[in-house]
């Protein structure tokens, strides 16, 4: 059984962990294939979003597969630890916008997982967090890069370091949910987000991602340098003009992503 199903509807991609009877917990197997639908599409061009979540109604990923790592060797463990990390700085790096719609738990890669997308939504009787502490090891998919730089030092060592199982509702008081929803709501939030993102010019959107991401890892002055090349890259587009076209025209643009 495969450990990943995807599919494409409406320009969206719908990425699910699909190994519920084990709360989606990522085994080697599983980060290989998710790796893979990752690198498919980060350059397809019909996806213009992509949307995250785990099969059944218990877990979004329960995080590393617990069972499988009491059998690996060290280096084994290596092994795994830097797949998954290449596998999430990927998603982090997929031009298009994501995001995870948390189905339920997300505990350390899990959360991490969620924390490498851009938008969060959660259902509201789940918990999540970062408890790798407690098992002795410290997240190495990238929680204590990105956790702190989304809350700052202090919340994120308080959930590190205590490895603290959170609410949805602490999740979105510490500011790492766009929303909390009711679970036959999740999806079509996650949904209606990403429709206000479609109505946009894709390579537009695509680029306002690049600009913000990297943006905020320099100084001011080399952010807006980044930002004037990302701005460069949509002038020669047709969407550009397209939509001064319709502006003119007084109708809704028709972008096409060129």
């Known amino acids: 059984m495969k450990g990943i199903h995807w599919e494409i509807k409406d320009h969206i991609a719908y990425v699910t962990l699909s190994r519920p009877e084990a709360l ?3 085994n080697f197997a599983t980060l290989q294939e998710l790796g893979e639908v990752v690198e498919t599409l980060h350059v397809h061009p019909g996806v213009r979003c ?7 109604d218990k877990a979004f990923s329960a995080g590393a597969d617990l069972k499988e790592r009491k059998t690996l060797t060290e280096s084994e463990v ?10 999430f700085q990927a998603i982090a790096d997929l031009p298009q ?8 738990y997300a505990f350390g890669g899990g959360f991490e997982l969620m924390l490498a997308c851009d938008f969060r ?6 918990k999540m967090g970062l408890t790798e502490t407690s098992w002795g090891i410290i997240p190495g998919a990238g929680g204590t890069q990105r956790l702190p730089r989304l809350i700052g030092d202090m919340r994120a060592k308080e959930l590190i370091l205590t490895a603290k199982k959170i609410t ?18 999740l999806l079509d939030r996650c949904k209606e987000l990403a429709s206000l993102m479609l109505a946009n010019g894709p390579v537009a959107v695509q680029q306002a991602k690049y600009a913000i991401n990297k943006g905020t890892e320099v100084d001011l002055g080399t952010g807006l340098a980044i930002e004037s090349k990302a701005y460069e890259i949509t ?14 025209e007084k109708r809704a643009p028709q972008f096409t992503g060129s």
């Open 24 to 26: 989606n917990c990522f």
């Open 50 to 56: 992509v949307i995250f979540t785990g099969a059944g």
């Open 78 to 87: 290596r092994r795994n630890v830097k797949k998954i990390g290449d596998v």
């Open 97 to 104: 916008p994501t995001i995870a719609a948390v189905n339920g």
């Open 121 to 126: 939504y959660a259902v509201e009787d789940t």
């Open 168 to 185: 949805s509702h602490e999740a979105y008081k510490y500011g790492l949910l766009m929303e909390v929803v009711e679970r036959k709501d």
């Open 235 to 248: 002038i020669p587009t047709k969407d550009r003009v397209e939509a001064l076209e319709a502006f003119g």
